[in-house]
């Protein structure tokens, strides 16, 4: 499934199909067509579309999902009447073996840390010996890599901040709110663009499934989240001394709103957006799923300049 996703993020847009091309008609009357036959999902992400039956009846028929989201959240998946757009990939989520999801959760993780440790390195280049910890603990082959990671790493992100007695909570306002906010953002974006490869993020390979949980899609995200933390360290460093500097307000949504829109260096092009850097990790995890190889599974890791999706 190598095909595009299309993302409708603009408002009072009217969608058909016509001749086998998707036709988007937008409010200032241009238009824009893609051959049905290039996408692999579309996403409705604005408030209102104009959606006509032989857009959906079309849809359908090229086995391509829609996913109507609401403030980033999918609400709704239309599928085909197969009730899946890729059997082979749905088999190969519910029956992976066990060994290839711990390899890849490894592998996961080993790319959280990785970001984790580029970022802090860049906010407290003068913590020699903490920054040292750090790399022991990176490579340590120990269930508690990512919990010993995440002690040091918090300690030297509030430190940067000047911010006395942290401590990293899923629930709270002040700095765990504005992190909170981001990644939740993050997770919706992941969300979205696991529905819209075919993959169900209910099969995941490190976090236990829970009522209401999403686990492929809090696993997709681990690499991701030091974007978030740094996008919360600039806004932070950037308000100053404000009172409002911890206030999650329209202001702080709008910028963490944009996170995708990032660019980052990248072996195959100059920089690519972080969106489509998502994209192209959640298309190596199924590849990595239908082939039953881990290696073809490349988590984004930001410092490596061998990483080329």
């Not at 990644?183 to 169900?200: F, H, N, P, T």
């Amino acid at each position: 499934m190598s095909y595009h996703i299309i993302d409708i993020s603009t408002d009072n847009v009217s969608l058909s199909v016509k001749d086998g091309q998707l036709t988007c008609r937008n409010p200032d009357e241009s238009v824009c067509k893609l051959p049905m036959e290039d996408v692999g999902a579309i996403l409705i992400n604005c408030f209102s579309a104009q959606l006509h039956s032989s857009f959906l009846i079309e849809a359908a028929k090229n086995k391509i999902a829609v996913i109507l989201c609401e403030r980033f959240r999918p609400v709704s998946l239309v599928l085909p009447v197969q009730r899946s757009s890729d059997t082979l990939l749905t088999r190969s989520q519910i029956q992976a073996p066990m060994k290839l999801l711990r390899t890849m959760w490894g592998m996961t993780i080993d790319a959280k840390c990785a970001n984790q440790y580029e970022l802090v390195s860049r906010l407290c280049p003068g913590e020699e010996m903490s920054l040292s910890d750090f790399r022991i603990s990176m490579k340590a082959d120990t269930v508690c890599k990512e919990g010993n990671c995440a002690r040091l790493y918090w300690n030297l992100f509030s430190k940067a901040l000047d911010i006395k007695g942290f401590r990293r909570l899923t629930q709270g306002d002040g700095l765990n709110g504005l992190l909170n906010y981001g990644y939740a953002v993050l997770m919706l974006r992941i969300e979205q663009k696991l529905l819209g490869c075919g993959l169900d993020p209910l099969y995941g390979m490190g976090h236990v499934p829970r009522e209401r949980s999403l686990p492929l899609a809090y696993d997709m995200m681990e690499p991701f989240r030091p974007v978030v933390d740094e996008l919360v360290f600039n806004w932070v460093r950037g308000m100053g001394g404000a009172e409002d500097v911890f206030c999650v307000d329209r202001p702080y949504k709008t910028m963490i709103q944009g996170l995708m829109d990032g660019r980052y260096a990248c072996r195959a092009a100059e920089s690519i957006s972080l969106d489509k850097i998502v994209e192209m990790t959640i298309r190596n995890y199924r590849d990595a799923l239908t082939s039953g190889k881990a290696s073809r599974y490349k988590p984004w890791i930001r410092r490596s300049s061998k990483w080329g999706g």
